[in-house]
């Protein structure tokens, strides 16, 4: 349940971080360590590029929920403003704040028990952030977000850490 905002000046290694907590990169010290059925979901912006151009959102959520029904999909999918044809363009068409939001979309249907968000808001219109900002406020499990936009920090998480010189420490300081 707990609730980390990740905070540091561009290139202190916060995305080294989440990478390492991912799984994507080996510690350089030490071991990380999960609980035998714990889940990670994880978004990064690299993340946009695994979309399939040619494939819709109906496609790639098919591909993650292959026994559900297509009005399932379809109604999941709308909460994510993918209602209708938009649901059926390729994901070549789709603008990189929709990329983003189609990731995300397909990362909380897992409904992992940690989500890893490094910068989650870049390319989010100011209703989707609304609507991430929400969702995240709702998520009852375990969350660690890197991001530069403080209303979104503000709103979901419980503690900060911050990385510098090399090292990881809590921050008590306000955003402010």
Not at 48 to 77: F, G, M, N, V, W
Not at 101 to 121: C, N, S
Not at 151 to 167: I, K, T
Request: charged share 25%; net charge negative; aromatic share 6%.
């Amino acid at each position: 349940g707990a609730r980390i905002g990740v905070l540091g000046a561009n290139g202190a290694g916060k995305t080294t971080l989440m990478r390492t907590l991912a799984g994507d990169l080996a510690p350089l010290r030490g071991d990380v360590v999960r609980g035998q059925h714990s889940s990670i979901g994880y978004f990064a912006q690299h993340q946009l590029d695994l979309l399939r151009d040619e494939a819709s959102a109906l496609a790639h959520i098919r591909l993650r929920a292959p026994k559900a029904t297509e009005q399932i999909h379809r109604d999941y999918l709308g909460g994510w403003g993918f209602a209708g044809d938009m649901a059926l363009r390729p994901s070549a068409s789709l603008s990189g704040g929709e990329k983003a939001r189609l990731v995300l979309a397909l990362i909380a249907w897992e409904q992992p028990a940690a989500l890893l968000l490094d910068e989650p808001t870049n390319h989010l219109d100011i209703e989707m952030r609304h609507a991430l900002t929400v969702a995240l406020q709702e998520y009852e499990g375990a969350m660690v977000i890197v991001s530069h936009d403080r209303d979104l920090l503000g709103r979901c998480v419980d503690e900060f850490w911050l990385v510098a010189a090399g090292r990881i420490e809590p921050y008590d300081d306000d955003l402010e």
